[in-house]
């Protein structure tokens, strides 16, 4: 396996959403300022930053599937990648199957900011203190160098050591050979300093120039098959250790190149923000969304498996989006109603019987309904939901469990009332509780799971 060799600089500046993007089959970005600062803190140290697998994809093949543009100003209220145009670009494209929190972490210390809140809003850039002495901590999780996102370069009242703050990305502004003309641009501001002091942060400003601009530190290798499967298993495999790769992540991409009308990327990010602004907010993500696709629309398999979504399969999910849509909303507020939240609600799948059982029942604004037949069929779901909760009805085998309801609730004629009786049945639970059930409960102990 040859790799190629490439500088940061060289990568920064000439590749990244150039020629080089992301396929949307990656998952998004999710590492905050400590980890970025420690990223730069192993390349001052010259510490070995793992390797990177580029997709080289054919001119010919470019628009086949979907790609993004690397995020450069990082905004944690609006975290989602920006779609690329790639009308202009005549040539052959890269897209990043592993290495993208890396690549995107070098993006927004060099070139972009990093916009996070901490009991107030904070739109920070990546600064260097170069009067700090390169001294190794005896813990290895501490940084030898201090880098620090902030928002100007004042130093802190509250750090009684010297402070020069230099912001990295001017260093991709000066020479790519020579670190001389970097050290002459701050020379004035360091006349007041020792020699000593001065001596450190003319080696810093050295050290970041060469670990930027000349140290070739990222070598790629180039996956030029344009089998998709293949690429799939690629990723997947480059992809089994750091953040978990979900399958929604490869789900996702697949539904992106297969939607002919709608943009499933954006529409399943829209719709997975909009749920978790219900009641008091939920964590609901990507994969419950796309999980949820599968239950609502009939005829389709329901596990949670590449192979499922197939072309045939994610047209009938896309002709049926609005009804997903309308019916996980439904669910979601409904159980809101209820009093239940992210904290209390223990089985996310448990909603999607009651999503399911709504689409088949076809009746607007129910929810909101104060009409007595239906006020009494929402405490019916009420009890059912509580019921199976406590007795632990989805900590088994939850694909097995959701067919099973789902195929009761389809056996039923009348859907005017919510199949409690009959959903318990397959369940196999009782609608009550004995005494050893209540001791159980009542020996359970806070924010443990039931």
């Given at each position: 396996m040859s790799y190629t060799p490439k500088t940061i600089n060289e990568v920064i500046t000439e590749y990244l959403n150039r020629n080089t993007f992301l396929p949307a089959i990656q998952r998004e970005y999710v590492w905050d300022t400590q980890a970025?600062?420690?990223?730069?803190?192993?390349?001052?140290?010259?510490?070995?930053?793992?390797?990177?697998?580029?997709?080289?994809?054919?001119e010919e093949n470019k628009n086949e599937w979907k790609s993004y543009e690397f995020i450069k100003d990082y905004d944690s209220e609006n975290s989602h990648n920006k779609e690329a145009n790639l009308n202009g670009i005549r040539q052959d494209i890269y897209l990043v199957l592993d290495g993208q929190q890396r690549l995107t972490s070098l993006l927004i210390g060099l070139k972009g900011s990093y916009r996070y809140f901490y009991y107030r809003w904070y739109k920070t850039k990546l600064y260097l203190n170069i009067l700090k002495e390169p001294v190794k901590p005896e813990n290895p999780e501490e940084l030898t160098y201090q880098f620090e996102f902030r928002e100007n370069d004042i130093p802190s009242p509250k750090d009684n050591n010297p402070q020069f703050w230099y912001l990295v990305g001017d260093i991709l502004n000066h020479d790519y050979i020579d670190a001389e003309d970097a050290k002459k641009a701050i020379k004035p501001k360091l006349v007041n300093l020792s020699d000593e002091q001065k001596d450190i942060a003319n080696s810093n400003i050295g050290r970041l120039h060469s670990r930027i601009n000349n140290a070739k530190s990222l070598n790629y290798y180039e996956e030029k098959s344009?089998?998709?499967?293949?690429?799939?298993?690629?990723?997947?495999?480059?992809?089994?250790?750091?953040?978990?790769?979900?399958?929604?992540?490869?789900?996702?991409?697949?539904?992106?190149?297969?939607?002919?009308?709608?943009?499933?990327?954006?529409?399943?990010?829209?719709?997975?923000?909009?749920?978790?602004?219900?009641?008091?907010?939920?964590?609901?993500?990507?994969?419950?969304?796309?999980?949820?696709?599968?239950?609502?629309?009939?005829?389709?398999?329901i596990q949670y498996k590449v192979k499922n979504f197939t072309k045939a399969n994610l047209e009938k999910i896309e002709g049926n989006w609005d009804?997903?849509?309308?019916?996980?909303?439904?669910?979601?507020?409904?159980?809101?109603?209820?009093?239940?939240?992210d904290k209390n609600l223990v089985s996310k799948m448990a909603l999607l019987p009651i999503a399911y059982y709504l689409s088949k029942r076809k009746v607007k604004n129910?929810?909101?309904?104060?009409?007595?037949?239906?006020?009494?069929?929402?405490?019916?779901i009420e009890k059912w939901l509580i019921t199976a909760l406590l007795k632990n009805a989805f900590g088994g085998s939850s694909d097995t469990t959701l067919k099973n309801l789902q195929d009761t609730i389809d056996a039923q004629t009348d859907f005017s009332l919510f199949p409690y009786e009959a959903l318990n049945h397959r369940l196999n639970i009782e609608p009550n509780f004995n005494d050893t059930e209540i001791d159980n409960l009542l020996s359970t102990k806070l924010q443990h799971k039931i």
């Open positions: 970025i600062e420690k990223l730069f803190d192993s390349i001052m140290g010259d510490f070995p930053i793992s390797t990177f697998l580029f997709w080289k994809v054919k344009q089998d998709y499967d293949k690429v799939v298993e690629a990723f997947i495999r480059a992809n089994t250790g750091g953040v978990k790769l979900e399958y929604s992540d490869i789900l996702l991409s697949t539904a992106t190149a297969q939607f002919t009308k709608l943009n499933a990327r954006e529409e399943i990010h829209d719709f997975t923000d909009s749920i978790n602004t219900v009641g008091s907010g939920y964590s609901f993500g990507k994969d419950f969304v796309l999980k949820g696709s599968l239950y609502l629309t009939d005829g389709l398999p009804n997903v849509k309308e019916n996980i909303k439904a669910a979601i507020e409904l159980v809101s109603k209820f009093g239940f939240s129910f929810i909101e309904s104060t009409a007595k037949d239906d006020v009494s069929n929402q405490r019916i």
